[in-house]
């Protein structure tokens, strides 16, 4: 079992940013992949990115490809998600994933879920 724990949220103006982090349990951390998604009201929710076990080949979504910044450190069992260029759109809540499978956009690929921080853009 893996526990993750997301912090950093908060309120930012449009091109302000943020720094997302999500820190795990246990001494395993390194033996999976790690993925972000957002969820807004109303909305369902979106694969952001994900990064490698050993924090090689990250991609993003489109929209947010050149803004956001997955990295992850591994002696401290944490993964972070970097926000520049934040729009209103962005607002939602984010949530930190843990999985076995590298490359998947789909949650069903993740078995571990953090409960998320909040993000909120202002324009």
């Known amino acids: 079992q893996v526990q993750l724990v997301e912090s950093g949220g908060g309120l930012a103006q449009a091109g302000g940013s943020l720094r997302l982090s999500c820190a795990a349990s246990g001494r395993t951390f390194s033996s999976y992949v790690m993925g972000w998604f957002r969820q807004a009201p109303g909305k369902e929710r979106e694969f952001v990115g994900t990064?490698?076990?050993?924090?090689?080949?990250?991609y993003y979504a489109n929209s947010v490809s050149g803004r956001f910044t997955i990295s992850r450190d591994n002696a401290k069992n944490t993964v972070y998600l970097q926000m520049n260029s934040l729009k209103p759109e962005d607002t939602a809540v984010y949530y930190c994933?843990?999985?076995?499978?590298?490359?998947?956009?789909?949650?069903?690929?993740?078995?571990?879920w953090g409960q998320g921080t909040q993000v909120t853009v202002s324009s």
């Open positions: 990064i490698s076990r050993s924090g090689t080949n990250p």
């Open positions: 994933a843990a999985g076995k499978t590298y490359g998947s956009r789909s949650m069903a690929l993740y078995d571990y």
